[in-house]
């Protein structure tokens, strides 16, 4: 069974900083593209990060440029999201997901592997 499971959400306070991870088993991820969304209550899922299937080529939405950093370690089939200087607006529940190629996409119906979520709230 594959499965994507998300870790490291929580409640924070505007400015804080925040690691999440997501393991992947089942299958290796080495080779594919990979991303983080999230989706705010009663809002669409919205494309936060995605990165290569090397890790050499990373790219954000214009929400998080400059305070996410997106990272995988293939060893560990991981993937990671490094958020900084949190906002009220970054309250989300956050996703991770894959495709099964390594082609850059920034919409949901293009992954085909998705975790639960993990949730993140930022208190003003």
């Known amino acids: 069974q594959v499965q994507l499971v998300e870790s490291g959400g929580k409640l924070v306070q505007a400015g804080d900083s925040l690691r999440l991870s997501c393991i992947g088993s089942?299958?290796?991820?080495?080779?594919?593209?990979m991303a983080w969304f999230r989706q705010a209550s009663g809002k669409q899922r919205e494309w936060v990060a995605g990165?290569?299937?090397?890790?050499?080529?990373?790219n954000y939405g214009d929400a998080v440029k400059g305070r996410f950093t997106i990272s995988r370690d293939n060893a560990k089939n991981a993937l990671y999201l490094q958020m900084n200087s949190l906002k009220p607006e970054d309250t989300a529940v956050y996703y991770c997901?894959?495709?099964?190629?390594?082609?850059?996409?920034?919409?949901?119906?293009?992954?085909?592997?998705w975790g639960q979520g993990t949730q993140v709230t930022v208190s003003s």
């Open positions: 997901a894959a495709r099964t190629d390594w082609l850059f996409a920034t919409t949901a119906d293009r992954y085909d592997f």
């Open positions: 089942g299958r290796t991820f080495r080779n594919e593209y």
């Open positions: 990165i290569s299937s090397s890790g050499s080529a990373t």
